[in-house]
């Protein structure tokens, strides 16, 4: 069964999809993050993390970004049936935290 789910989002959150058979996935995503000045001590420091749950089980992290980045994706061999993906977007930089500073776009495909 072919999969696919594509979703915006905004701000420092988490994005949850349930994958409905086993097989192999495909998640990728782009950010527009706050526009600063180039060399300034705000820039963004917004971290992707990508996590796996198995239905009933632990959230197993597959995937962690570098800081700033605009863009992330992970090709994942396997998953099992009702598993579930996190994507969740977080930063210790104030910067980022303002309303609607962060955008995410992504892809989940199988």
């Given at each position: ?42 820039q ?5 993390t ?61």
């Amino acid at each position: 069964m072919a999969f696919s789910l594509n979703a915006t989002f905004n701000g420092l959150n988490t994005l949850q999809a349930g994958v409905p058979s086993a097989g192999a996935y495909n998640i990728v995503g782009s950010l527009t993050l706050p526009s600063i000045p180039e060399g300034s001590s705000a820039q963004s420091q917004v971290v992707v993390t990508i996590t796996q749950t198995p239905n009933l089980g632990s959230p197993t992290t597959i995937y962690t970004g570098v800081a700033g980045a605009k863009g992330f994706g992970v090709f994942l061999r396997q998953a099992a049936a009702l598993d579930v993906f996190a994507i969740t977007l977080s930063s210790s930089n104030a910067v980022d935290s303002a309303l609607n500073a962060v955008s995410c776009t992504a892809s989940v495909s199988g």
